[in-house]
C-alpha cells in the first residue's frame, strides 16, 4: 500500500489512508541513518524509501533490502511526494520536481517558500517559516503563485491538512497559553470560508493562572475536521461551516497528544500521555471504548510514553515508546500483544506502514523496516 507521508503513514493531504494490515510479530529487516531533520522525514511510495542524507542530498532505496536505486545530489529536504513527483526545496532556493522511479529533476522553478506543504484542487499549499505566519497557493504546473494567506495578527501556524474543497490550517498565539483558532481556506483563491476560536478551552496548568489551549495537529473524515487542543481536548467541527459539533475528554487521560492520534477507516483514536487509550466515533465524539494500556506490559516495559506515536492497523494498535521499544496492542481491547527494542533504536519519532511494513524514525536519526517473517 503506498504512503506518502512517514507521519502515520497519511496522504498528501493528511487524511488517514486504509486497509493497513499489519500483524506482529515482526523482525527488523534494515536501518539506515539519514539528515534526521524534523522537516526532512522519510517517504514511502511504490517500493521505494525516500530519505534525506547526512551529507543534505536526496536517496531512494528499495523497501525490500534497502539498496540505493538513484540519488539526487542537489541539497535540500524533502517536502511532498504527490503524483509521482518529489517535491524536493534545494538549499538554491529552487523547487525541483524529481520523478520518483528515476530520479531525475522534471522541472526546476525559483521558490522561496520551505514550510509545510501538500496539494488540494492542483494547488501546491506552502507555509513559511517566515515567522509562521505566510501561506502561498502556486499552481501545480507551473509553480506561479495563485496568492496569500496571512496569518492573523499574534498568531503562527501550528496545523495545516485539508479535504478535496477546503484547506484547514490552525493558528495558535505566539503568546503561549492565549488561545489560537482553526481557519477553513478556498484552496482555489486563499480566501477565508470560515473561523472558529478554540480559545474558551481551558489549558490546565498547576499552580498558574488560567490559560487557553490553542489548536494541535488535525484530521478530516468526511465532513468532520478532528482537531486536537492540548492538552486536554478533541473538539470535531464541521468542514463546511466551522460549527463545532462536539468537544470531547476524559478523566482517564491526563493529557491529549499531537503525535498519539490517528484517523483510521470510521473510528478515531488517541493515546494519552500517561497511557490511556480511547477510541471516538468521529462523527458524534462519543467514546466507544477506552483503557489504560500500561498495566498490562511486562514490568520491564512499563517506563514514560510521553508523547508516544501511534499507527493503526486492522487489527493492533502499534505505540512507539521513548526508550525505543515498537509494541503492539490488540485495537479492540487494548491487550498487549508484543513488542521489540532494536539494538540500535532509540526514541520512536514517527511511524509508517506500506505492503506489509513498518517503517519509523527514531531521534537518533536511523529510519526503521520491521517486517513479518518471509517479507
Known amino acids: 500500500m503506498p504512503s506518502n507521508y512517514l507521519v502515520t503513514g497519511e496522504t498528501s493531504a493528511r487524511r488517514a489512508v486504509a486497509p493497513c494490515y499489519l500483524e506482529p510479530p515482526l523482525r527488523e529487516t534494515w536501518f539506515i541513518q539519514y539528515s534526521g531533520m524534523f522537516s526532512d522525514l522519510p517517504r514511502i511510495q511504490d517500493g521505494l524509501v525516500f530519505v534525506g542524507q547526512s551529507n543534505g542530498t536526496l536517496a531512494a532505496y528499495d523497501e525490500v533490502d534497502h539498496h540505493i536505486v538513484w540519488e539526487y545530489k542537489r541539497k535540500g529536504v524533502l517536502k511532498l511526494v504527490h503524483e509521482g513527483n518529489l517535491y524536493y526545496i534545494g538549499y538554491d532556493k529552487r523547487l525541483h520536481l524529481i520523478d520518483s522511479r528515476s530520479g531525475q529533476a522534471r522541472e526546476v522553478y525559483p521558490f522561496n517558500r520551505n514550510g509545510d506543504m501538500l496539494v488540494v484542487q492542483r494547488k501546491l499549499v506552502c507555509t513559511s517559516y517566515e515567522g509562521s505566519t505566510l501561506m502561498t497557493g502556486f499552481d501545480i504546473s507551473t509553480a506561479k503563485k495563485v496568492w496569500n494567506y496571512r496569518s492573523a495578527s499574534g498568531t503562527s501556524f501550528s496545523m495545516l491538512c485539508a479535504n478535496e474543497e477546503h484547506i484547514i490550517v490552525g493558528q495558535a498565539s505566539v503568546t503561549f497559553g492565549e488561545g489560537g483558532h482553526v481557519v477553513a481556506l478556498n484552496p482555489e483563491n486563499g480566501d477565508v470560508v470560515w473561523e472558529h476560536s478554540v480559545s474558551d478551552l481551558p489549558l490546565y496548568m498547576p499552580g498558574k493562572e488560567a490559560r487557553r489551549g490553542a489548536p494541535g495537529s488535525a484530521r ?10 492540548p492538552k486536554d481536548f478533541v473538539v470535531g467541527l464541521s468542514v463546511e461551516s466551522g460549527e463545532r459539533l462536539w468537544t470531547w475528554t476524559s478523566d482517564l487521560s491526563s493529557a491529549v497528544s499531537d503525535a498519539g492520534n490517528y484517523l483510521y477507516r470510521d473510528r478515531y483514536y488517541q493515546l494519552g500521555a500517561n497511557g490511556s487509550y480511547h477510541v471516538i466515533d468521529p462523527l458524534s465524539g462519543k467514546t466507544i471504548f477506552e483503557t489504560m494500556l500500561k498495566p498490562g506490559l511486562p514490568k520491564k516495559q512499563q517506563t514514560a510514553w510521553g508523547w508516544s506515536p501511534i499507527l493503526v492497523s486492522e487489527t493492533h494498535l502499534f505505540v512507539g515508546s521513548n526508550d525505543g521499544h515498537v509494541l503492539a496492542f490488540d485495537r479492540e481491547t487494548g491487550e498487549y500483544v508484543w513488542s521489540i527494542l532494536p539494538k540500535r533504536g532509540s ?26 517473517k518471509g517479507k
Not at 478530516?220 to 487542543?229: C, F, G, L, S
Not at 526514541?347 to 513479518?372: I, K, M, T, W
Open 220 to 229: 478530516v473524515h468526511n465532513d468532520i475536521v478532528v482537531v486536537v487542543v
Open 347 to 372: 526514541a520512536v519519532r514517527q511511524f509508517a506502514s506500506a505492503n506489509e511494513r513498518l517503517y519509523y524514525a527514531d531521534l537518533g536519526g536511523r529510519l526503521h523496516c520491521l517486517a513479518p
